[in-house]
């Protein structure tokens, strides 16, 4: 079932993607083509409140044209230690800082076209302190009560999947 790579042609290297153009021949000998987002993978984190909230951060969303309910989450620098950006994230972005996290999991986001391995992480160990999301992000915080995410993933409020699977988590852990 494998497939081995031809040739390779990258299309376009942009600041967190980039497009290739892969040609590859399959187990049966056919040649094809694959189109593949080379994605450096990412973080996120499941932060449960000493009540049993959820944190949740709302942004607009450019590529779907709307305002997303998500967890914290975001791309991790060269080299860092996966534990320390789930933390920077859910600082970043919520302004809660994280004592102890729990790695939960890593899955493919999306393998049919992207390389993108998300890695998703847990924490119960949260305390307030200061948001410091980046210049080009704006970024509000939202707590929730579990069954309240819940039934806004039942209902498909919440549309986000890393999201309902943090969210999964959260039900699956608590």
Do not use: C
């Amino acid at each position: 079932m494998q497939e081995r790579t031809i040739k390779s042609k990258k299309i376009y290297k942009g600041r967190i993607i980039s497009l290739r153009d892969d040609t590859v021949r399959m187990a049966t000998g056919r040649i094809t083509s694959r189109e593949v987002v080379v994605h450096p993978g990412a973080v996120g984190v499941v932060a449960l409140t000493s009540k049993g909230e959820i944190v949740l951060v709302r942004q607009y969303r450019k590529p779907v044209e709307q305002v997303m309910l998500e967890i914290p989450a975001g791309l991790f620098n060269r080299g860092e230690n996966l534990a320390a950006a789930a933390k920077r994230e859910l600082e970043e972005e919520t302004g809660y800082k994280a004592g102890k996290i729990k790695k939960v999991f890593s899955a493919f986001m999306s393998p049919g076209y992207s390389t993108e391995k998300f890695h998703y992480f847990l924490t119960k160990d949260i305390k307030k302190t200061t948001q410091r999301y980046e210049e080009d992000e704006h970024i509000k915080v939202a707590k929730l009560p579990l069954t309240a995410a819940w039934r806004m993933v039942k209902t498909g409020k919440i549309k986000d999947n890393k999201t309902i699977v943090g969210i999964a988590i959260a039900k699956w852990m608590s």
